[in-house]
Each structure stands twice: as structure tokens, then as C-alpha cells.
């Protein structure tokens, strides 16, 4: 009996390991060739996919098969977002390190403010995508993506800014609103 728990321990661990280095293997391949465009997101629908209340109310509401069913596709749909702002975090990094060379001393700090929060914003990001995989397994587990929702509005705001000191004639924006 020792020996089954052990061995499934060693299986659970073994399977966070690898998802982790998978994870964090997509975000480096990402980063090392962004592709330039950044794809907006829509903050709104983000934000309910993620809100506890939702899913508890959500938990109370449906029978427990069902709502393991609809749980498994809203942490699809809130991977599919993280995913994104991480993807966007990564091409606003490297219009951040480009900008780092600006005369200007208001451009550069905002340059150097976006490169920090972008990279804050993909360490995020990869938490996020071990906690949604973790929780797929285990439906009524917690969902932490706040952090990434959170870091990902401030580094909207960071890349405005540096887009307004840098051309103030071309509107940024990097996350759809209704």
C-alpha cells in the first residue's frame, strides 16, 4: 500500500515537472521570435471565465457532472487567454528593449517599465497555465489568474504610454473593450 502512494506521488510530481518545463519551453520559443503583432484580448469575458463567484455559483447550480464538464471548457477558454497575454507580453518586451534606446529619459523609463512588467506579466502567465492544467484534473480547485488579468491591464496601460511618448498621434491598445 506504501509503495501504491509512493508511486503515485512520484507520478503527480513527475507530470508537474514535465507540464512545467512545457509551459515554460512555449514561452521562451515565443519570446526568442515574437511574431510583431499583438493580438487583443477581451478583457471582460477574461475576467468572468476567471471570477470565483461565477464558478461557485456556477458549482451550486448545475449537477456535478455537468458542471465538471463546463468548469473543463472555461479553464480551456481562460488557458486560450493566458496564452495570449503572454504571447503579447513577449512582443511588448521587445518593443520595450527597442524603445530602452531613446534619448528621451520619459521614453526609456517607460520603456523599462514595460519590459518589467511584461516580464512579470509571462512568469505570471506560466503559474497561471500550471494551476488551469492542475485544476482541469481537479475541477472544483481554485483558479488563481488573477495576477495574470491584473498584470496584464497594467502592462496595457505601460504600452499607452510609451506608445503615446513615442508617436501620441497612433492610438494603442491591446485589449478589447465592449
Given at each position: 500500500m506504501t509503495f501504491a502512494i509512493i508511486l503515485v506521488l512520484f507520478a503527480v510530481v513527475t507530470?508537474?515537472?514535465?507540464?512545467?518545463?512545457?509551459v515554460t519551453r512555449s514561452l521562451q520559443l515565443s519570446s526568442s521570435n515574437p511574431s510583431p503583432k499583438i493580438e487583443?484580448?477581451?478583457?471582460?469575458?477574461?475576467r468572468n471565465l476567471i471570477d470565483v463567484a461565477e464558478s461557485e455559483y456556477l458549482y451550486h447550480r448545475l449537477p456535478a457532472a455537468e458542471f465538471r464538464r463546463v468548469q473543463r471548457e472555461r479553464l480551456?477558454?481562460?488557458?486560450?487567454?493566458?496564452?495570449?497575454?503572454?504571447?503579447?507580453?513577449s512582443v511588448l518586451v521587445t518593443i520595450g528593449q527597442a524603445a530602452l534606446a531613446s534619448p528621451d529619459m520619459q521614453t526609456a523609463e517607460a520603456a523599462r517599465q514595460l519590459i518589467d512588467r511584461g516580464l512579470l506579466l509571462r512568469?505570471?502567465?506560466?503559474v497561471a497555465?500550471?494551476?488551469?492544467?492542475?485544476?482541469?484534473?481537479?475541477?472544483?480547485?481554485?483558479?488563481?489568474?488573477?495576477p495574470v488579468l491584473n498584470g496584464?491591464?497594467?502592462l496595457s496601460s505601460s504600452a499607452?504610454?510609451?506608445?503615446?511618448?513615442?508617436?501620441?498621434?497612433?492610438p494603442v491598445r491591446i485589449s478589447v473593450r465592449p
Open positions: 507530470l508537474i515537472l514535465l507540464l512545467r518545463i512545457t487583443p484580448i477581451d478583457i471582460e469575458a477574461f480551456r477558454a481562460a488557458a486560450a487567454y493566458i496564452r495570449v497575454a503572454g504571447h503579447n507580453a512568469r505570471n502567465a506560466t497555465l500550471l494551476r488551469i492544467y492542475l485544476a482541469m484534473a481537479w475541477p472544483q480547485a481554485s483558479l488563481a489568474a488573477s496584464y491591464e497594467r499607452m504610454l510609451l506608445g503615446r511618448l513615442q508617436n501620441p498621434a497612433v
